[in-house]
Structure formats: structure tokens, C-alpha cells
């Protein structure tokens, strides 16, 4: 082989081995990107500039990594050019498993052209910020969170719509009145079959003529880790990993109940109490279902699901499990699957103990009644607002006691287990349960607790010294005189909330990284106790404190949120409030994060109950929070407490 033969040869297999990757990591994105039913494109009108025109139309291709693998599909639509150099847009990405990006996501918004530069920022709290050019004919894209991308123009619309996901009918056919059980039966239980997709909610509750369960359970159900498919917006999702727990489980009559209602199992899952029956085409074989709500332990969203098997006394089937409702606006996804079960039957301990504590939750249980028996009005009629039937998770009233209730949805129709759906909420929480346990240690160790200093519960040398003087009042009602936005006195009282250094927070895990990363926001000029500035990660500085306190008063093995349970919920029949605490890598309990949670807020029901059992967690006047504040006026509205000065 001549020299000239050789280096030629070497230089091939160079170019071979560079494209190879590529070439193996070219991505399909045909069907794998929600778009808009009303996406469309306007041509521009004439006094548009040709450097503007130019963008107009769909564009689509992949954005690459460092190494230039395509790791995601994008579209790019720019449905309508003004003159004035802005544009509308609409954004899509589909799943990508080579990125760890599980769910796909679109979004329509404001685009604006300036020198040559194509910039938008996505709606969500990142604020990601995306910048398109002209390469020759193609687009070169740009995210702030690192990545580049190359989009080519699409010919026609219907290029544009094969990029879209099939949206499947929803919710999924009912089950037929009165018929034979037709999905979810007991042999596809017992089988090995992956689900195909969600099924309607009724499947998961009795078909047919149901008896009572021919079976019991008691003892220990042990659930293996494992994944559930999922689509959103008709998309496919990266399968989403569910952790292995064990949980010990009874029957008592018609209902199947978790001892461990109260806690939040594996940082992810919530168990609620469902029930137990029989149908004729079981082959002797009993029938169980439950909802439950998975977590981000991180972030609080709740989506909320159901689970059914078939059981006899000493086995239990595989569970097959469906997602199709949730408080995460930024991950609706429908979710399904079969988990792998086993069953240890045995002695329960303080098996009466938590029989009792059933039965008395059932007692408590506040009387349901449905909203068709208010009769008919205009303000009925009127009740949801403008909210869009899909925004509304649960809707209903209290009249004299009585939950008068709308109606449970999911995209699968009707929740079954209306009372254990969870719901991830902020400010409530701020009030149900920080506003609470700072007025529980007010009654218990006097008022001065209002005024103790942050800084003397933490570690020495964390906070600066804009930290010096701010109470636990002040984080209670964040006055605190801290933050980074919102400058002048009369700035938005969200300046700082939901802003990227927020969001950083939040997905930070142990109780030492949010610390340090609540601690981090600057000064402002007024200092604490003057003007409102609302910041989540100031209740959890208040929890932070609030347990240091608590375990100098009561010793190092109490609890903040156990108190809270045991002296103020518990005696007014709340049995089961979990509540998300920080994640400690050595499995040690953490802090309650108390600004936010996941769990159903009723505070007609606490105000209730605490009056029934003449529970008076504070008194009025020593309610010294900022005047005007929303804590301040919803926790007098709860309590019915009088105006304070």
C-alpha cells in the first residue's frame, strides 16, 4: 500500500469513528412532541422586514450535547412576525432518556428578535432563557442551561404533525352498567402481562354484583421496587422509578387500611385506606383496591393514584397501579403499571390500638353528601368561577357540617377515594402548620418565644449579620427585612418567590444545604419586622428553629412535627397529617419543612374540630404579626380571632 493509500485510509477511519456516534445517535422525533390543537402558522404581512419574515413557520431537529450526540427532539413554531420585532412561539421538547429529561413539555410564549437574535424565556420558575440565529439555513440554538441545537425548516403542515404525539381518548371507556368485569380481572392480575395504558377508574371498585371479601389480610405486605410507564399529552415519558417499601396492612370489614397512614413511606409514598370485596368471576379469589399519592419529596407535588389485586388469606397477586391526576402543573402525566407484591401473614403489633384508631377516624369522618342535593341557583351554577373544568382537582362546599361535594377528577373520570386525595400546597401550610407550631410553644413556654432570635438556634458563623435581629415572629410573618428582589418598599410581595435562587433551594436535600441556601439572600434596606416579603424558605428557617428550641426545652430526641401531631392535631381528631421533611443521606430524621406539603387542607375542619374539643392553641393578643399580611388574616378568619393592632 503506497504511503499516499495509507494516510488516506487512516484519514477515513477518523472520519468514520467521529461520525459513528452521531450517526448511532440520531434520534427518531417523529410522534414524540406535544404540540397546541390551535398550533398554526400566519404568514407575515408585508411591512414585516425580511430579517423578521424569515423566521416564520415550524422548524424541528435535536439538541446535542458537549460531545454533539443528540440527546432531545425540539420544534420550534413561530406562529405569527410583527414588525415591532416580537414574535409568538410556540416551544416543544419530547422525553429524553440520554439527558435524564423524563417527561416532555411544550409551551407557547413571546419571542423577541434583536440583532439577529431570536431570545425567549420559557414560563417556568427557571426562567430558562433560549436563543435562536440564522446559520445558513438553519437555525442554531442556544440554552442557558448548556446544549446547542440545529433546527431545519419543515416543508408543510403536515411535516409539522407527524412531530406530534397521538393524544389518546380521555378518560378511557367506562366500565359497562351492570356487566361483567371486562378489564383489570382477576387472571390479567395474576399474570405477567405488561399494562398497555390507564384504564377508567371504575375498574379499580366493584363491578357488577359484588359480595363481601371471602378473605382477610393481616400482617405485612411487602411491595419490590420497580417502574411505571406513562404518557403525557399523548407523549411517552422516561419510566418513572417507584421505590421498594413495606408496609403492614388489615381488614376490618369492608375496608383495607395501612397502619402507616400518617407517614410518608420511602420519601415517596402516602398509603390511604381502600376496601375489600368479591366478584363472581374471582375464581374464589377476594378483591382489594386503595389510592395512594406519590411525592417529590423535593418539590410537593402530589399525584395521586389507585392500586387493585386479587388475595386469599395466605396470597397476594400483583398490583396493578394508574396515575391520572395531580397538583404539578409542570408534570401532568398519566402514569401505569404492575408492581410485584408479597405477603407475610402474622400478628399486627398493637393490632387493637390500631383498630381502635380506624374506627375512631372513621367516626370523626366528616358527613359527604352530594352537590346535586343543594338543589339548583345561578351562584351553584356559578360556583367553579372561570377555572377550566381540567384545572379544578376537587370541588365542593361545607353547609352546617356537611361536605356538600362536587365531584373528585382525574383524566380517568371520577376519584373513588375522594377523602384521601392529597394535594400539594404552599401557603396553607405556612398557616395549618408553621403559624400552629409557633403558637403551640407560645402556650407551652410563654410569648417570649415569639421574640427569640434566629441566629441563637443555629450553628455560630452561618448567617450574616442582616440575620442578627430577626424573630421567629418575623419568619413567621415574613417580615424578616431579608431578600434579594422587590427593593423598594412597594415592590410585589412575590419578588423573591419562585425565582431561579428559590427554585436551586428547593431541590436542595438536607436540612445543612437548605440552611445555608435560606441563609443566603441579601439585606434589605428597612430591616425586620416592617414590610411583607413572601419567601418560602423563611418558614423552613422558622422550623429550623423551632425544633432547636423544642430540644433544648424537652431533650435531643423530640420532634418539631411529632408535637404538632401529638398535642394539637391528634386531640382534635386528626389522625394522619404527614408532612415532608429534608432528606439527610444517613437516614436520620430531618427537619419539617412546614411552607409546603402535600395533604388535604380543610380549615373549616380544623376551626371545627378545635371548638368542639375547646382547644385554644393561643391567645389573641399575643397574634403580633405584621399587620395585613395574608398568614395574619387567615389564621383570624380559622380561629375567628379579632382584628389586632
Known sequence: MTAFKHALWVTLAALLLVA???MAAALDCQGTMPLPDDVRVVPPATEVPQELARFSGAWSGAWRDARGVDTQCNALVIEEVHANGFLRVVYSVGASPRMGSGTPYVARTTARLADGVLRFVLPTALRSALAYRFDGDELAGTFDAGGSVRLHHLSDAAELAALRCVQPSSPTPAA??????????????SG??????????DYFMPIGAATPARHTLRGIVNVAAGSL???????????????????????????????????ILADTIILGPGRVWSEAGDGGL???????????????????????????DAHVSAVRVQVAQETAPWSEVDLWGRLHFTYTPGPIADEAAARAAFAEELRRQKPVR??????????????????????????????DGVLYLRGCHTR??????????????????????GAIALLRLAQKYGDAVLDEKLVDYLPPGLAHAGWNNVTFGNLLDMATGIGDEGRER??????????????RWVRLKSAREKILGALDYGTYPWGPGAVLRYNSTQTFLLAVAMDAYLKRREGPGVHLWDMVQREVLQPIGIANAPMLHTIEADGSRGIPLLGYDVGPRDPALLRDRARRRRLRVRSAGSLRMVPGTPYCRWLRAVMRLPPTG
Open 20 to 22: 459513528l456516534p452521531r
Open 192 to 201: 405477567s402481562a405488561t399494562p398497555d395504558g390507564a384504564v377508567h377508574n
Open 370 to 399: 352530594p352537590w346535586s342535593t343543594l338543589g339548583q341557583s345561578a351562584a351553584l351554577d356559578a360556583f367553579d368561577g372561570d377555572a377550566a373544568p381540567a384545572e379544578i382537582s376537587a370541588n365542593g362546599m361545607v353547609v
Open 412 to 433: 380517568q373520570g371520577p376519584y373513588p377515594y375522594c377523602g384521601a386525595m392529597r394535594h400539594g400546597v404552599f401557603s396553607v401550610t405556612k398557616s395549618a402548620a
Open 229 to 263: 410507564s406513562g404518557r403525557r399529552d399523548g407523549c411517552a415519558i422516561v419510566p418513572r422509578r417507584t421505590p421498594a417499601f413495606s408496609v403492614t396492612v388489615f381488614t376490618e370489614g369492608e375496608h383495607l387500611v395501612p397502619v402507616a397512614r400518617g407517614d
Open 286 to 312: 377476594s378483591r382489594g383496591s386503595f389510592p395512594f399519592t406519590m411525592v417529590n419529596a423535593l418539590t410537593n407535588s402530589a399525584h395521586n393514584g389507585l392500586a387493585t389485586f386479587v388475595f386469599d
Open 490 to 503: 412597594d415592590d410585589t410581595i412575590y419578588a423573591d418567590e419562585n425565582r431561579p435562587k428559590m427554585v
Open 176 to 189: 359497562p352498567p351492570g356487566g361483567a368485569r371486562d378489564r383489570l380481572t382477576a387472571s390479567e392480575l
